[in-house]
Nanobody, 124 residues
Framework: QVQLAESGGGLVQAGGSLRLSCAAS????????MAWFRQGPGKEREFVAS????????SYVDSVKGRFTVSRDNAKNTVYLQMNSLKPEDTAVYYC?????????????????WGQGAQVTVSS
């Protein structure tokens, strides 16, 4: 089992920045592909970004490319999501997710472990 806990959410004005963190406990963190998803009001949960076990490969949904950066520190068992140039449409609950494997995965059903979510609200 892997336990995931997000932190760093909050309220920010459009154009501002936030950094989300996701701390993992349990099994060896470096064995897990990690990802961020988000769920806006009245919307389905959607993929945001994923990162390989070593951190050498990443992938992003088109709407956040060039603004968001996913990274990880395996020594600290933590994955991050740096969010810059935030827009009101980025408002959502952000979830980190993890699974074992060697590829990057992009769907909700591909991940076995989930955090409780962190609210990000971007005001216009």
């Amino acid at each position: 089992q892997v336990q995931l806990a997000e932190s760093g959410g909050g309220l920010v004005q459009a154009g501002g920045s936030l950094r989300l963190s996701c701390a993992a406990s349990g099994r060896t963190f470096s064995n897990y592909v990690m990802a961020w998803f988000r769920q806006g009001p009245g919307k389905e949960r959607e993929f945001v970004a994923s990162i390989s076990r070593s951190g050498g490969s990443t992938s992003y949904v088109d709407s956040v490319k060039g603004r968001f950066t996913v990274s990880r520190d395996n020594a600290k068992n933590t994955v991050y999501l740096q969010m810059n140039s935030l827009k009101p449409e980025d408002t959502a609950v952000y979830y980190c997710a993890g699974r074992s494997g060697i590829s990057l995965y992009f769907t909700v059903g591909s991940y076995d472990y989930w955090g409780q979510g962190a609210q990000v609200t971007v005001s216009s």
